[in-house]
């Protein structure tokens, strides 16, 4: 199953992106889709995940109060809005469907992942 990300570019500091996650629906429809980025040099660290209705919202740390996960299940569709970016932020972001319809940040729950796109943020 291919999940395909998009929406990537080069922003300055302060701008803000939304990234795009399709899949088909038997992908998402009954499972948690989560985000990822992986930096240069840098292990794939989690960054956002939703549950399979939409009524659940993870964040990390590094990015709460600054990037939104939503859904469209008519699409089938995942988004990232991601706001106030910094340099920090650069890095390829890969959106992942669970197995399961609640994940958060553990890798080994997500099964399915896209080929990611790159997000780059100059100062």
């Known amino acids: 199953v291919q999940l395909q990300a998009s929406g990537g570019g080069l922003v300055q500091a302060g701008d803000s992106l939304r990234l795009s996650c399709a899949a088909p629906?038997?992908?998402?429809?009954?499972?948690?889709v989560g985000w990822f980025r992986q930096a240069p040099g840098k292990e794939r660290e989690f960054v956002a995940s939703?549950?399979?209705?939409?009524?659940?919202?993870y964040y990390a740390d590094s990015v709460t109060g600054r990037f939104a996960v939503s859904r469209d299940s008519a699409k089938n569709m995942v988004y990232l809005q991601m706001n106030s970016l910094k340099p920090d932020d650069t890095a390829v972001y890969y959106c992942?469907?669970?197995?399961?319809?609640?994940?958060?940040?553990?890798?080994?729950?997500?099964?399915?992942w896209g080929q990611g796109t790159q997000v780059t943020v100059s100062s």
């Open positions: 992942a469907a669970a197995r399961g319809s609640y994940s958060g940040s553990e890798r080994n729950d997500y099964i399915y």
């Open positions: 629906r038997r992908t998402f429809s009954n499972n948690a």
């Open positions: 939703i549950s399979w209705n939409g009524g659940r919202t």
